[in-house]
Nanobody, 115 residues
């Protein structure tokens, strides 16, 4: 049974940092693309960042230069280091793991950027 469990969300002031983690189990996730989406209240879900099975990373323009995605293949865990956070980054962040039509999601973790 596939499970993705996010952690690390919380409340942070503008300009601050948070680190999200996603632990995957129940599959061979080093073969999967993994990454993050986010969804703010009243808005559509937005892709944030992804990392491929060979470690190639990609980012949405809105977070490029501020967020860094990384992967620990031995532990099937990915992390999202978020720096220089802005109020617009406030959202629920969801981890995903994808390989072709095989698509899995975590339950989400809330990130709130506010003074």
């Amino acid at each position: 049974q596939v499970q993705l469990v996010e952690s690390g969300g919380g409340l942070v002031q503008p300009g601050g940092s948070l680190r999200l983690s996603c632990a995957a189990s129940g599959g061979i996730f080093r073969l999967y693309e993994m990454g993050w989406y986010r969804q703010a209240p009243g808005k559509q879900r937005e892709w944030v960042a992804g990392i491929g099975s060979f470690g190639l990373t990609s980012y949405a323009e809105s977070v490029k230069g501020r967020f860094t995605i990384s992967r620990d293949g031995d532990k099937d865990t990915i992390s999202l280091q978020m720096d220089s956070l802005k109020p617009d980054d406030t959202a629920s962040y969801y981890c995903y793991a994808r390989r072709g039509l095989d698509d899995h999601w975590g339950q989400g973790t809330q990130v709130t950027v506010s003074s």
